[in-house]
Each structure stands twice: as structure tokens, then as C-alpha cells.
């Protein structure tokens, strides 16, 4: 780019601007005279955008409606519906501590039940000739009654 | 969130320009409308409850994809990528000097007055038909750009480019479109 055209530069910039707004204009102009039944299908075409966009618009409050009345749908139930509520969704936790107490106390019971059968079964057993020649044997031979 | 009356003002005022600047890209009079319509229709379903001043550049937006759309469906979409793509030079034809050009048609322009009705309906017709010669990418961000009236940045998030490439595609639709008017009679 030559010394001129740098100096004419922004004479070029202002005057491509407003040509180019000159010729948008233009196009604007010619478009306002669109044959009727363009515009007729435009208009036709704008109404049904319009009416689906308040379609879409009364669509919306009434699924949060519906939404908000299923989540409230527990409030028939008693007088104290938040009382309810809240027992309902702590049910749920209840009964798993329940179940998991049960479930430690059956098995405890079943370990002492297995260690009583091991001591039933070793008490009634034959005493084997071994057993005299063991120290701590006849150390709990020797000690008194209770 | 835009009104009901809001919206259907808003798609009366750029439903024309929308209609022309499909039709330039599509060249069929009823696909154009198709296409207008069904961007009216995603407009309204899903960006309605948007503020007034967004609609424009989302109207934009979708307005190209669902040409694109047209375009994929339509199984060109080899012609509609070179369209698409074009980043032609534009020649840097070293005689013709669009400064003085430019200042010819703006004289032209603006001795215009209501007794030349009929050159001016054949300077509109003239402008119309070089508009639609542009290179699709041209013309879309002349038109985006001074036809709605959306700034360069703007222009550059609807045609998915660089602000660079709007300016270049601006400039260059600049040039040809002068150039063309000027070897078509508009002289002063």
C-alpha cells in the first residue's frame, strides 16, 4: 500500500461502509415489495411460530404445576402431612437398622450355639490316655470344686 | 422474556430479509420459504423465552444451520461445501481502484431524486442480481453485516468463523459488488 493510499485509507473505509449501507438499503427496497403470495406464506409462517412459542409457553407452568401438585400429593394422608412426610422417608432408614440388629443378633446366636455343641460334643467324649500325662491337665485336676 | 406481540413484531420485521437471504443461498422461492419457516418454528419452540435483544443473533443463527440443513438434505452438500469454503481470492486487480469507484456510485446515489423512479427500480433489480453472484461466504457477511444490521462479532459467532474472516469477506463483497455496479452503467 502506497503513502496516498494509506492517507486516503480511512476516506476508503467511511465511503465502503456507506456503500455498502446503500446498497443494504436498496435490498431492503426491493425485498418491501415481495410478490403477495411470498408474503402471505411469511405471515402465514409467523403465526404459526407465534402460536407454538405460546404453546411452549403454557406448556411449561403447567408441567411445573403437575410436578408441584404429585409432589404434594402426600398431604391427604393425616393431619400433619410434614409429620408424615418425614416418617415416611426416615421408614425406609428404620427398617435397615432393624434388619441389620436382627441380622448381628442371629449370628451371634448362632456362634454361641456352635461353641456349644464343640464343648457338649468335648465333654462327652471318652478321655483320651494322653491327656494324665498333660502338665496343665492335671493342674486343672488339681484344683478344688467351686 | 420476549412477548407474544414481541416475537411476531420481531419475525415481521426480519422475515423478509430472512426469506431473500435464503433465497440467495438456496435459489428456489419455496425452499426459501421452507426454510424460513422451519427456523420460525425452532425460534419459537425453543429460544422464546429469551430477552428481545438475543433474538436477532439467534435468528441468524439457526436461519443459516437450517440452510445447511436444506443443503444436507438436498444431497449437494458437495456444492454446498465449496460454496461454503470459498476463500478465492478476490483478485488483486491493481487497475481498478475501488476508492474512486466508490465515490462515483456514492455521487451516483446521491443525485438520485423521485423523477428517476424507473433507474432506480433497474439500480435495485442491478444490485439484487450482483448480490446473488457473490461467493456464498461473501455474501453472507455483507448481508449479515450491514443488512441486519449485526456487528463483526456477531456476524463472526452466526457464520461460525473468525472476526478476521468477516472483515476480509465484508471487504471483499465490498470490492466486487462495486465493480460490478460500475461496469453495469452506475456512474455518475
Redesign the interface.
Known amino acids: 500500500m502506497n503513502p496516498m ?1 494509506r492517507a ?1 485509507r480511512p ?2 473505509d467511511a ?2 461502509a ?7 438499503a ?7 415489495a ?1 410478490p403477495h403470495d ?2 402471505e ?2 405471515r402465514v ?6 402460536a ?3 404453546q ?2 403454557l406448556a411449561q407452568p403447567a408441567a411445573a404445576r403437575q410436578l408441584s401438585v404429585q409432589s404434594q400429593g402426600h398431604l391427604a394422608l393425616g393431619e400433619s402431612p410434614s409429620l408424615w412426610q418425614r416418617f415416611a422417608s426416615v421408614l425406609p432408614l428404620m427398617l435397615l437398622v432393624l434388619g441389620l440388629v436382627l441380622i448381628q443378633h442371629l449370628h451371634e446366636q448362632a456362634e454361641i450355639h456352635a461353641a456349644a455343641e464343640v464343648d457338649a460334643a468335648l465333654l462327652a467324649d471318652d478321655l483320651p490316655p494322653e491327656a494324665y500325662g498333660d502338665p496343665g491337665f492335671v493342674a486343672f485336676l488339681k484344683q478344688p470344686e467351686p | 422474556m420476549a412477548t ?1 406481540k414481541e ?2 413484531d420481531f ?2 420485521s426480519a ?3 430472512a ?2 437471504r435464503t433465497t440467495y443461498a438456496v435459489r428456489d ?1 419455496d425452499a426459501a ?1 421452507d426454510i ?2 422451519d427456523a ?2 425452532r ?3 425453543n429460544y ?2 429469551r430477552p428481545m435483544a438475543e433474538l436477532p443473533l439467534i435468528f441468524g443463527r439457526i436461519l443459516s444451520n437450517a440452510t445447511m440443513d436444506w443443503f444436507r438434505r438436498q444431497k449437494v452438500r458437495r456444492a454446498a461445501v465449496l460454496n461454503f469454503s470459498d476463500l478465492e481470492a478476490a483478485g488483486e486487480d491493481g487497475d481498478f481502484d ?2 474512486a469507484t ?2 462515483a ?2 455521487g451516483s ?1 446521491a443525485s438520485q431524486g423521485p423523477a428517476d423512479r424507473l433507474s432506480r427500480e433497474q ?3 442491478l ?2 442480481a450482483e ?1 446473488a453472484e457473490l461467493p456464498t461466504r461473501q455474501r453472507e457477511a ?2 449479515l ?3 441486519e444490521e449485526l456487528d463483526t462479532a456477531e456476524t463472526a459467532q452466526v457464520m461460525g468463523c473468525s472476526v478476521g474472516s468477516v472483515k476480509t469477506h ?2 471483499r ?2 470490492h466486487a ?2 465493480k460490478a455496479l460500475a461496469a453495469k452503467g452506475l456512474k455518475p
Open positions: 493510499t486516503r476516506d476508503l465511503l465502503q456507506r456503500f455498502a449501507r446503500r446498497v443494504a436498496g435490498l431492503s427496497e426491493r425485498s418491501g415481495l411470498i408474503g406464506r411469511l409462517a409467523r403465526e404459526q411460530a407465534v407454538r412459542a405460546r411452549t409457553r | 407474544d416475537l411476531s419475525l415481521r422475515e423478509k430479509r426469506f431473500k422461492d420459504l424460513v419457516q420460525m418454528i425460534l419459537a419452540e422464546a423465552d475501488l476508492l466508490l465515490e456510485i456514492d446515489w439500480t435495485l433489480a444490485i439484487d448480490v455483507f448481508l453485516r450491514y443488512w465484508c471487504s463483497a465490498v459488488l462495486a
